[in-house]
């Protein structure tokens, strides 16, 4: 799976794409941009393809874990009010996340990384991470797009590491854009 922008040319042997467009600023109860299938200008492209891009227009490329019994491409935003944490958690897919607001903190299994608008970074399915906004004014964002199992169409795939956290504030909004059930031919 790759997170790409727009100087990317053109890629053959795409599975599945899904892009996001900032819109207009309308608060933390309100996505920031426009999700759809297919790219525009200005657009972040997240693509699953046959095999690894790299070249102009690619920001990073990772291997995916495929759910074994189908899966779907999921499109969402998470924006982060000041003060907002999401307590240590795993989610049941992988894929690409970029920063498009504000400032955040990751805290990973064997790093801990500060995000900047403009950053994108990738997390395994199942991987334990911790996240903090940073930012002292305004909303904390990122776009992530997962290759999730056909079993969470619909849910959250966010999970708790520690049950107690359950107990603890979560100010964090997501606002999902679409899940994209993908249908691969067989021959």
Not at 42 to 58: E, K, R
């Amino acid at each position: 799976m790759s997170v790409v922008n727009s100087d990317l040319v053109q890629v053959n042997d795409a599975i599945a794409t899904a892009y996001w467009t900032r819109a207009v600023d309308r608060g933390a109860d309100a996505p920031l941009g426009v999700g759809a299938l297919e790219g525009g200008k200005d657009s972040i492209g997240f693509l699953v393809t046959a095999t690894a891009l790299s070249g102009a227009g690619v920001l990073g490329c990772a291997r995916v874990a495929m759910p074994g019994q189908g899966w779907a491409l999921r499109l969402d935003e998470v924006a982060f009010p000041v003060g907002a944490v999401a307590h240590r958690h795993t989610h049941s897919g992988s894929g690409w996340r970029c920063l498009v607001a504000g400032s955040l903190r990751t805290e990973a299994e064997d790093h801990t990384t500060i995000m900047k608008t403009g950053d994108y970074w990738f997390e395994p399915a199942h991987s334990p991470v911790r996240a903090v906004a940073l930012h002292g004014a305004g909303v904390t964002r990122f776009v992530r797009c997962m290759v999730i199992p056909l079993a969470d169409l619909g849910r959250s795939t966010f999970q708790l590491c520690t049950p107690k956290d359950a107990d603890l504030p979560r100010l964090q909004v997501t606002h999902r854009h679409f899940d994209h059930t993908v249908q691969v031919d067989a021959g």
